[in-house]
């Protein structure tokens, strides 16, 4: 007869039993899958399924009396144990008619022998397959009156067993069609990892956290301990309000601590801290039942009240309290006393907050929130008020209604808007005005005050990558307050095809022509070169005369392809010296971003340079502008204003261009040069224009020097 589990007397005999979270016990790998008590033989197991094609053997005479699962950890190895299951069977072997015929004829009294006997035993869990094994053994007992005696299989399951599943045992034999059935949950891994067995399994290894307070920063910290066990997994975690999680965030790599704001403090806030891609969380809750969470949350909380449709009909009033976590607490009406600060309650119109799950409250992943009704009409005076449980101090009263505030703020939320129109208004005509001036004065004043004169930009090669650029931006700077500029890095062509000495000359024809400057700029590099340029120039003790030397110049190409710019005007300013017009062509400038720092320390200018005017820009802007410019006859006094006032307007403008280059930088202080104009601003608010440099180095006399009286120049 085969077994038929629909009948419903068969369920009369299924037994539940859940197993509580226990001490489990281990298991070792050398323990057999099928254990069969005393008066049991030829014990095997093998897989079956529910509905085999051949159907076992209708003699059978087993009978499934009890059926018992445990939960062990079956380990193979240290730190790897796993969730297994032992079925304990207890099954009743009867004596049939076969068999006693049989006994009966052959005389055999000590020991009768059964035919092989068999169990089928299945376990599923919800979601996934059902699972049977067959276990076959051989009965025998000594004498008949042994024929009823119970023996006991015990069935080992290692495998399609997890954690935290519920696994439903059947077991039956064709003797009575009787399954007995039997559930049993297995331990969730949070459950095993929070005992002793922790070390035993594998999955257990989980990041842990711990909550520090930084009362500096108003801020608590999870810092994550150091029990990776060598894991280089993703530590992940998250933040949960009342069983609500929030978004899942990555760990930073490069830090053992991340800190929390101070406002997301909560009674019901924990922390779920886990590794990408395993199971085992493990939770932190720090601030739970504690005092000065449930105040710090108090700032989080808030309470609204607006006019609605009731459900019934008519209008009330509708309520709305938004809070980190469930409160516990209640929310009233209040009348206002228009004399004082006090709020009566009106009776009747309480309502009670309860912090389960069931009491309305709906949640995010940052906040919960929970409405109500109070069927009242609206009053000037009605206000709402709350008291959480576990706070001494009620909420202050929240009052919509109130129209004494809404009749003094919108009149001055209208002036102050007015007042800043008023203000963005004069700013952007101040702008636009200032604009129209500027391009007044740049184009009448500012070109006219400069007169139109050349500029001739010299400087030594450095190694500093940022002088080239400099020069570049000061000669454009100079182009654009109506300067010609010369400058050897734009003219690679013309300087390549007539060489330095040539090219310098050429410019210096055309200032004589023109008027204007050859600024020379003075840095460590330049400091260096003058100074062996002198020192080579006075050990040369051939007289030479210096007007022929510089017609000598102009036509030797030859030997000026061996020299650059630079080097090539050392010797016109020499020649100038050496014809009392020093200064008349040349001058000086510094900036203060790249001082000249003279090398071996404090020490005064090169012989060469004395006597040149010496400007620092861009503070100096303004006295540089105006040697440049150089000073012209002006017929009234009018006329000297202007031009004072463009010469003004145009320093203004070189050191704003200059300023992004030599910002919070100094000037160099040198030995023998006035140092009483450095560091004028670079407004340059003086009304007056000075007719002389501001730094005026020392005259040079070449016959003033021990190391003789003559010198050649290249």
């Known amino acids: 007869m085969a077994p038929r589990a629909s009948v419903p007397t068969l369920w009369l005999l299924i037994v539940i039993m859940v197993l509580s979270a226990r001490a489990l016990e281990m298991i070792g790998r050398d323990e057999p899958d099928l254990t069969c008590s005393e008066g049991l033989t030829d014990c095997n197991v093998s897989s079956d399924s529910l509905f085999a094609a051949a159907p076992p053997d209708p003699d059978d005479t087993t009978n499934v009396t009890h059926v018992q699962p445990e939960v062990f950890l079956c380990c193979p190895s240290v730190r790897d144990c796993k969730p297994c299951l032992q079925i304990i069977i207890t099954v009743q072997i009867a004596e049939d008619d076969n068999t006693k015929e049989f006994s009966g004829a052959s005389g055999q009294t000590d020991e009768d022998v059964l035919n092989t006997a068999s169990v089928k035993v299945c376990h599923s869990s919800p979601g996934s397959h059902e699972f049977c094994k067959t276990l076959e053994f051989t009965p025998k007992y000594s004498s008949s009156d042994q024929a009823s005696e119970q023996h006991t299989l015990k069935l080992l399951l290692k495998n399609n067993v997890t954690f935290g599943s519920l696994v439903v045992v059947n077991a039956f034999s064709y003797l009575k069609g009787i399954v007995r059935i039997q559930k049993i949950t297995i331990p969730s891994l949070e459950q095993v990892c929070s005992t002793k067995l922790e070390w035993a399994v594998k999955d257990c290894n989980a990041p842990r956290i711990r909550a520090e307070i930084d009362f500096k920063r108003n801020e608590f910290l999870l810092r994550l301990e150091d029990n990776t066990n060598g894991s280089q997994d993703q530590v992940m975690f998250h933040m949960v309000l009342n069983n609500v999680s929030g978004e899942d965030l990555e760990w930073p790599a490069d830090k053992r601590a991340v800190a929390i704001p101070s406002h997301f403090v909560a009674p019901c806030l924990c922390f779920e801290v886990w590794w990408k891609g395993k199971e085992l969380r493990r939770e932190l809750c720090p601030f739970r039942d504690k005092q000065d969470a449930l105040e710090k949350m108090q700032q989080n909380v808030s309470l609204s009240m607006v006019e609605s449709q009731m459900r019934e009909g008519g209008t009330g009033q509708s309520w709305n309290v938004t809070a980190p976590c469930r409160l516990e607490g209640e929310v009233w009406l209040?009348?206002?006393?228009?004399?004082g600060d006090r709020c009566k309650e009106v009776k009747g119109f309480r309502q009670r907050l309860q912090n389960h799950e069931h009491a309305g409250w709906r949640a995010t992943r940052k906040e919960h929130w929970k409405t109500g009704e109070f069927n009242l009409s609206s009053h000037p005076l009605l206000c709402i008020q709350l008291k959480i449980h576990g706070m001494k101090s009620y909420f202050e009263p929240h009052c919509p209604f109130t129209k004494s505030r809404w009749r003094w703020s919108l009149p001055l939320f209208v002036a102050l808007l007015l007042i800043c129109v008023t203000m963005l208004g004069a700013y952007f005509i101040q702008g636009v005005l200032r604009g129209y001036m500027w391009r007044w004065l740049k184009e009448e004043d500012v070109k006219g005050a400069v007169g139109g004169g050349h500029v001739v930009l010299l400087y030594s090669p450095d190694d500093n990558q940022a002088l080239p650029e400099l020069m570049s931006h000061?000669?454009?700077?100079?182009?654009?307050?109506g300067f010609s500029v010369s400058l050897d890095m734009w003219s690679q062509t013309e300087l390549g095809a007539l060489g330095p000495v040539p090219w310098l000359h050429s410019r210096l024809d055309r200032l004589k022509r023109q008027g204007g400057k050859v600024v020379l700029v003075l840095t460590q590099t330049a400091w260096i070169r003058a100074e062996e340029w002198g020192a080579r120039s006075w050990e040369k003790k051939t007289p030479v005369n210096s007007e022929m030397k510089e017609e000598e110049e102009r036509h030797n190409t030859t030997s000026s392809h061996c020299v650059d710019v630079f080097t090539a005007s050392l010797s016109c300013i020499l020649a100038d010296y050496l014809q009392g017009h020093a200064g008349e062509r040349f001058m000086l400038v510094q900036f203060e971003s790249l001082p000249p720092e003279p090398p071996g320390g404090f020490r005064p200018l090169p012989e060469l340079f004395r006597g040149l005017h010496l400007y620092s820009l861009p503070s100096q802007s303004l006295g540089f502008l105006t040697?440049?410019?150089?000073?012209?006859?002006?017929?009234?006094?009018?006329?000297?204003?202007?031009?004072?006032?463009?010469?003004?307007?145009a320093s203004r403008a070189l050191a704003q261009r200059l300023s992004g280059f030599t910002a919070g930088t100094s000037m160099l202080p040198l030995a023998g040069v006035s140092q009483g104009c450095v560091g004028v601003g670079i407004g340059d608010s003086a009304e007056t224009v000075p007719l002389k440099p501001c730094l005026i180095t020392p005259p040079y006399s070449p016959d003033s020097s021990q190391k003789g009286s003559k010198t050649d120049w290249v």
Do not use: I, N, W, Y
């Open 334 to 339: 209040c009348k206002k006393d228009p004399a």
């Open 474 to 481: 000061l000669g454009s700077s100079l182009q654009t307050l």
């Open 627 to 649: 040697e440049v410019a150089g000073s012209r006859p002006m017929a009234t006094a009018s006329a000297r204003r202007r031009r004072a006032g463009g010469l003004r307007m």
